[in-house]
């Protein structure tokens, strides 16, 4: 997989990225700080994870990236 060129495609997968970022950094220092996360912790990453695999898999891309050899 490549990173995007699009500008829809490219900015959704930098808001996955740095939505996952977040995520993992928020977990981390929860868990430094000896608290538990809430039950349903996992549904805070599914909103980064769509975002970034819109960007990414060809599939489900709003804007069709151009093929190797149109570039």
Known sequence: MKLPSR????TLFY???TGLSFQ???SVV???QGQSRELH????????L???LWGL????Q??????????
Do not use: M, S
């Open 7 to 10: 500008w829809l495609n490219k």
């Open 15 to 17: 808001c996955g990225l």
């Open 24 to 26: 993992l950094i928020a």
């Open 30 to 32: 929860i868990l430094l």
């Open 41 to 48: 912790w996992w549904f805070h990453w599914a909103a980064p």
């Open 50 to 52: 769509v975002c970034l």
């Open 57 to 60: 898999v060809p599939a489900l």
């Open 62 to 71: 709003l804007q069709q990236e151009p093929a190797e050899r149109d570039k």
